[in-house]
């Protein structure tokens, strides 16, 4: 593997979100040092729905737009039929949540060495890929 980081929804939200400074001022920091980044078309689709509807300040369309457009610069992981198959594996393996077991299965397609979240476990192993939480106070 690399030294490509996943970046799931939250760092991403966090980062525009204005309710949280401390985690606001983490989540940039994060954007602007990772140098090699994945996503997901999952986290695509997640911050726009989370920005735009269920922030306490929600973002306009159009900024949520723009930051996806940002992300679809980065490697970009397509959620897909065999994706999903190897998520349901990967979740009854590891005893994950649907949702992070197709992060997880994203992150390994994209040959990250890390996963950079907080709704992992901090210093988690999943077959090489490991899970950083960059937010913890």
Not at 34 to 61: C, G, I
Not at 89 to 96: E, H, P
Not at 104 to 121: I, K, N, W
Request: glycine content about 2%; proline content about 2%.
């Amino acid at each position: 593997m690399s030294d490509r980081a996943f970046l799931d929804t939250n760092i991403f939200v966090y980062a525009v979100d204005n309710a949280d400074a401390y985690k606001q001022k983490l989540a940039r920091s994060v954007l602007r040092t990772v140098s090699d980044a994945a996503v997901s078309t999952q986290v695509m689709n997640e911050f726009f729905v989370v920005t735009t509807r269920k922030l306490a300040e929600p973002l306009h369309p159009d900024a949520a737009a723009a930051v996806i457009d940002e992300m679809a610069k980065l490697v970009c992981v397509t959620v897909d039929a065999a994706l999903i198959q190897s998520a349901i594996r990967a979740g009854r393996r590891w005893n994950l949540s649907h949702w992070d077991a197709l992060m997880v299965e994203a992150a390994r397609r994209a040959g990250c060495d890390r996963l950079l979240t907080e709704d992992l476990s901090h210093g988690a192993v999943y077959d090489g890929l490991r899970v950083e939480n960059p937010i913890l106070s």
